[in-house]
């Protein structure tokens, strides 16, 4: 991915550019305070969200002018799959010991 550029005129925010290469077998981790665009790179990447500029190659194939999810033929349990939509409360467990019992309980 070269020069990956993406801007919300409505805030002000942008992202970018943003140069990355990952070879097969790689591993990265995508870290960052929140609001640092960690989520609008990965919708960039998985073409969620549009860049303003991007070249972008996957698998050797040059996806820069790729069509976004509603345009391709993609079902749309696929598309709910393959991306994690962040919601701590649907995330969050602790563990409770009643009467010495030890137990996973799901908050909320």
Same mark, same amino acid.
């Given at each position: 991915?070269?020069?990956?550029?993406?801007?919300? /005129?409505?805030?002000?925010?942008?992202?970018?550019?943003?140069?990355?290469?990952?070879?097969? #077998?790689?591993?990265? =981790?995508?870290?960052? /305070?929140? #609001?640092?665009? *960690?989520?609008?790179?990965? *919708?960039?990447?998985?073409?969620?969200?549009? %860049?303003?500029?991007?070249?972008? +190659?996957?698998? #050797? !194939?040059?996806?820069?002018? !790729?069509?976004? %999810? /509603?345009?391709? +033929?993609?079902?749309?349990?696929?598309?709910?799959?393959?991306?994690?939509?962040?919601?701590? +409360?649907?995330?969050?467990?602790?563990? +409770?010991? /009643?009467? #010495? =019992?030890?137990?996973?309980?799901?908050?909320?």
């Amino acid at each position: 991915m070269e020069r990956l550029v993406h801007r919300y /005129p409505s805030s002000g925010f942008s992202l970018g550019p943003i140069d990355l290469q990952v070879a097969a #077998g790689d591993r990265i =981790a995508l870290v960052g /305070p929140n #609001g640092s665009g *960690k989520t609008t790179l990965l *919708k960039c990447i998985a073409l969620l969200e549009r %860049p303003n500029f991007a070249r972008m +190659e996957i698998f #050797g !194939a040059n996806r820069s002018s !790729a069509k976004p %999810p /509603p345009e391709r +033929e993609v079902h749309r349990w696929a598309a709910h799959a393959l991306y994690c939509f962040q919601r701590p +409360e649907d995330q969050l467990y602790f563990i +409770e010991r /009643p009467r #010495g =019992a030890c137990r996973i309980h799901r908050d909320g």
